[in-house]
């Protein structure tokens, strides 16, 4: 728990502040000091996600709180499902490989939102992608998004180890017509990657495989990558695990590696958006 110098801790009670987290701040601020919420210090400044975490809160409730310093819009439940109303509507084919994929356990978190699925097709029409490359097909959802914004006689190569999955994947390509598009390749995505030519043909790469390999996934792409071709990763957030100074699992490691290499790399101009699990686009100088 911290204690500020200089300011006055201000007894809130949490029911107040998760009610109204700004207001909770903005009389905080006025009595000069910051809320103390039942255990959960909400600091008055930079510092109120990281505080904020350290005391246990949900991300939700960080969300919020942060919300007043920083220029972003939490989503609720209800907010998600108006989002995804103001998106392309889910086709039948999707929707159905989504129900059978969701029958399939725990697993199923794997396959990405359906909002990333509308996002992958616009991309690959904004980019024009003839060569486009995914990482982690699983049952198919992404590689479909992505095949369905293929320009004419545009290809996707689909890498992943898992025939039990992919085998899904396949009769949904072929039920949405974009079979003929795909070439499923079962193995390791960077043994994969190295049958590639070196040059410069990829249009669009997405990667959303294991999280160790990120990094080199996007060192084998991007020499591969054309002029103002583009590489997304998924999960860059991990669920809120990249900013947890206490969460050194190999998965989060890599991704904060990755995470501090692209947005550093000059070769690229990079944007991390926070759309599900948030998604970096990096397209190539
Ligand atoms: C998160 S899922 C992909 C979800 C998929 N993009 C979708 O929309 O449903 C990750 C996939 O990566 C595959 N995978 C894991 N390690 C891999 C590797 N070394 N090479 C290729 N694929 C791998 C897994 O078999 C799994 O199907």
Same mark, same amino acid.
């Given at each position: 728990?911290?204690?500020?110098?200089?300011?006055?801790?201000?007894? *809130?009670?949490?029911?107040?502040?998760?009610?109204?987290?700004?207001?909770?701040?903005?009389?905080?601020?006025?009595?000069?000091?910051?809320?103390?919420?039942? =255990?959960?210090? @909400?600091?008055? &400044?930079?510092?109120?996600?990281?505080?904020?975490?350290?005391? =246990?809160?949900?991300?939700? !409730?960080?969300?919020?709180?942060?919300?007043?310093?920083?220029?972003?819009?939490?989503?609720?439940?209800?907010? %998600?499902? %108006?989002?995804?109303?103001?998106?392309?509507?889910? /086709?039948? *084919?999707?929707?159905?490989?989504?129900?059978?994929?969701?029958?399939?356990?725990? +697993?199923?978190?794997?396959? *990405?939102?359906?909002?990333?699925?509308?996002?992958?097709?616009?991309? @690959?029409? $904004?980019?024009?992608?003839?060569?486009?490359?995914?990482?982690?097909?699983?049952? =198919?959802?992404?590689?479909?998004?992505?095949?369905?914004?293929?320009?004419?006689?545009?290809?996707?190569?689909?890498?992943?180890?898992?025939?039990?999955?992919?085998?899904?994947?396949?009769?949904?390509?072929?039920?949405? &017509?974009?079979?003929?598009? *795909? /070439?499923?390749?079962?193995?390791?995505?960077?043994?994969?990657?190295?049958?590639?030519?070196?040059?410069?043909?990829?249009?669009?790469?997405?990667? /959303?495989?294991?999280?160790?390999? %990120?990094?080199? %996934?996007?060192?084998?792409?991007?020499?591969?990558?054309?002029?103002?071709?583009?590489? +997304?990763?998924?999960?860059?957030?991990?669920?809120?695990?990249?900013?947890?100074?206490?969460?050194?699992?190999?998965?989060?490691?890599?991704?904060?590696?990755? !995470? /501090?290499?692209?947005?550093?790399?000059?070769?690229?101009?990079?944007?991390?958006?926070?759309?599900?699990? =948030? $998604?970096?686009?990096?397209?190539?100088?």
């Amino acid at each position: 728990m911290c204690d500020r110098p200089g300011m006055a801790r201000i007894p *809130i009670p949490i029911d107040e502040v998760l009610a109204d987290p700004c207001g909770a701040l903005a009389r905080a601020r006025e009595a000069g000091g910051f809320a103390d919420a039942g =255990g959960a210090v @909400a600091v008055v &400044g930079d510092d109120a996600v990281r505080e904020l975490r350290a005391d =246990g809160w949900l991300h939700a !409730n960080h969300a919020i709180l942060a919300s007043m310093h920083r220029k972003f819009t939490s989503l609720t439940p209800a907010l %998600y499902d %108006y989002v995804v109303a103001h998106n392309p509507p889910q /086709d039948e *084919i999707l929707s159905d490989l989504a129900t059978e994929t969701a029958a399939l356990g725990p +697993v199923a978190m794997m396959q *990405i939102a359906v909002e990333q699925g509308a996002f992958l097709t616009l991309l @690959a029409r $904004l980019v024009d992608a003839r060569r486009a490359v995914e990482i982690g097909t699983f049952t =198919g959802y992404s590689a479909i998004s992505i095949a369905r914004g293929l320009a004419p006689a545009g290809r996707l190569l689909c890498c992943d180890v898992s025939d039990e999955w992919t085998a899904i994947a396949r009769r949904y390509f072929a039920r949405a &017509g974009v079979a003929e598009r *795909i /070439d499923l390749r079962i193995a390791p995505a960077l043994e994969t990657l190295a049958t590639l030519p070196a040059t410069p043909e990829i249009d669009l790469a997405f990667v /959303d495989a294991d999280k160790a390999g %990120y990094r080199g %996934y996007y060192e084998a792409l991007l020499p591969r990558l054309r002029r103002n071709g583009v590489i +997304v990763f998924d999960n860059v957030l991990w669920g809120g695990a990249v900013v947890d100074g206490a969460d050194e699992r190999a998965s989060t490691v890599a991704l904060r590696d990755l !995470n /501090d290499h692209v947005a550093a790399d000059l070769r690229v101009e990079a944007v991390m958006l926070p759309i599900a699990d =948030g $998604l970096t686009l990096a397209r190539k100088r």
